[in-house]
């Protein structure tokens, strides 16, 4: 099937995945479209395809193509587990499976890597919907998606604490995890060995002096925490520390990491979440780095930033993205007048997956109820804004959080490498958009 509404420049690739997904061994299944939900606003994004996904919006992202055919894999917010939605037609996603977790547990984040993957298993944060009286699982499940729409778990890492948050896995014998251990406060450093995926067992462990108050440690900060994920390339780990900062480590010793370098954010920006994503790009000597502003739009200044990382031991700002500016017309003078939370989230970072696309000179990012935005970092020095997509508002509240007006929630933002862009929200479905401006 060759889909028409393919610019001159897509033409290529969409034919390409259309014949290869011709000849996939396993049978495609007919895709019905679901009609795009009209009132969104955008500037050189076009809408493609739309999912609500069955009644659960999605969290965090992944992607994998197998034999022909493009799977997006998907934890969840509101709802305990996975789900598994066939995207080969992106005018036409189909959620072809959903695996359930366990109950009272937050199973919103994970990640994969060849035939492995691996979800995070967490207690859920007072306010969201979890229950206090009741037992949650926590750590890390690893399965085998040798059949990618069957998952069968094969193995189970426990922290003994609240569990992990945002993970990282690029393949090999090593998960790096964003873990709540015990003894510690905040979320720390913790590598696990899964050589045996049915015996995971810890290799190594490190955090901000301070966390570890069973030892006697004050802690410097409340909101000293690793949000994760612990981003690695080769030998070195990027830490998105929360009020600490962004933190780098030597772990060509995984039992024994050490402290490279750090860029403190907080001041003069908001301590909670003060550095909530770090990408690093070592081919252009930089690194992407944002905050999560949980304020209702009343802290202080959240941040999108660009960091020379050309100097691991002093890493530097270059530059701040711009924010976000309201379309013409709007009832809101900024988004932080919008309601719900307003601010940088996520960006498409799964770099080391070969499914997705590599970064180049633009940068997408989630922008809670500002969309998703896409800017030109092709300057680090003078970044800007080069598009946007403002999915209508939703009209139904799927959980406690955020408190207040109902407002659009963009979480999470991935790119594959067909450049199709995938984003989720809090409180309404999947959209598969792609960007039509020029590439600068």
Do not use: C
């Amino acid at each position: 099937m060759i889909i028409l509404y393919a610019s001159r420049a897509h033409w290529r690739v969409i034919v390409t995945y259309a014949l290869v997904g011709a000849l996939s061994t396993r049978p495609a299944l007919p895709a019905r479209a679901q009609a795009l939900p009209s009132g969104y606003q955008a500037q050189q994004v076009q809408p493609v395809g739309y999912s609500d996904l069955n009644g659960r919006p999605g969290f965090k992202l992944s992607v994998r193509e197998y034999r022909g055919r493009w799977y997006l894999y998907m934890g969840h917010f509101w709802h305990r587990g996975w789900s598994i939605v066939d995207v080969t037609d992106p005018a036409a996603p189909r959620v072809v499976k959903f695996v359930p977790g366990p109950d009272n547990t937050f199973t919103g984040q994970m990640e994969l890597a060849g035939n492995t993957m691996v979800t995070g298993l967490e207690k859920i944060l007072p306010g969201f919907g979890g229950d206090s009286t009741k037992t949650y699982q926590e750590g890390v499940l690893i399965w085998d998606i040798s059949d990618p729409v069957n998952p069968r778990q094969v193995g189970h890492y426990r922290t003994g604490g609240t569990g992990t948050h945002r993970n990282f896995y690029a393949g090999g014998r090593y998960l790096h995890l964003a873990a709540g251990m015990p003894g510690y406060q905040g979320n720390i450093y913790v590598v696990v060995d899964i050589s045996d995926p049915t015996k995971p067992v810890e290799a190594g462990r490190w955090w901000v002096p301070g966390q570890h108050t069973a030892d006697g440690e004050q802690p410097a900060e409340p909101e000293t925490s690793l949000h994760g994920p612990p981003y690695v390339l080769d030998n070195q780990a990027y830490l998105s520390y929360g009020a600490a900062g962004m933190i780098i480590l030597d772990i060509s010793e995984v039992a024994k990491p050490k402290l490279v370098g750090q860029l403190d954010f907080s001041p003069p920006f908001h301590q909670k979440f003060g550095v909530h994503t770090v990408l690093p790009i070592p081919g252009r000597k930089v690194a992407y780095v944002n905050s999560e502003d949980v304020s209702y739009g009343k802290g202080a200044l959240h941040h999108a930033s660009i960091v020379d990382i050309s100097r691991p031991q002093q890493p530097r700002l270059l530059a701040t993205l711009p924010v976000p500016v309201p379309p013409a017309g709007t009832p809101y003078r900024s988004f932080e007048e919008k309601g719900g939370w307003s601010g940088p989230h996520n960006i498409s970072m799964l770099l080391h997956n070969p499914d997705v696309q590599p970064q180049g000179n633009l940068l997408f990012m989630a922008h809670f109820n500002a969309g998703l935005r896409v800017f030109n970092v092709a300057n680090s020095r003078l970044p800007s804004e080069v598009g946007y997509f403002l999915p209508p508002e939703p009209t139904k509240r799927y959980g406690p959080m955020p408190q207040g007006k109902l407002a659009l929630q963009t979480e999470d933002v991935l790119v594959d490498r067909r450049g199709f862009v995938y984003i989720t929200h809090k409180n309404q479905g999947l959209w598969i958009l792609r960007y039509t401006g020029p590439t600068p």
